[in-house]
């Protein structure tokens, strides 16, 4: 009798996983072109040939608020991607953007993990 002790790595993990090699992937349904964020092992249509590829990193905003305290003001927005898909993030680097703005994604590092974090793109006002 033969034992692996083969480890399988969830979509998250996977995921990431190459936020720490510094690239930003999603999943896409080989048979379909269907692409889904958040990280998972079935598509929404019940698709399970997902491959992981890298998008355009090109998106609009699709809503935000901003969070005021003391300490400053942060974003949290809700990015749609051009595939389609949209994800949470942050426009680390203004206070607030309009509705259908253009951004372009970036990966931030910190000690806690590497993260997906977009800036306004040229020609766009905050």
Known sequence: MTHTNAIKVGPQATYEHYLAQGKFMIQRAKNTGEYVFFPRAITPTGAT????????????VYA??????RS???NVAL??????????????DVETAPIGA??????EEAEAGNRVVFDMAEGEAA
């Open 49 to 60: 040939d997902l491959e992981w590829v890298q998008p355009a990193g090109t998106g609009t």
């Open 64 to 69: 935000i608020t901003v969070n005021r305290g």
């Open 72 to 74: 400053g003001s942060t």
């Open 79 to 92: 990015i749609e991607l051009d595939e389609g898909v949209r994800m949470m993030s942050t426009l680390p």
């Open 102 to 107: 253009r951004v372009v994604a970036r990966i």
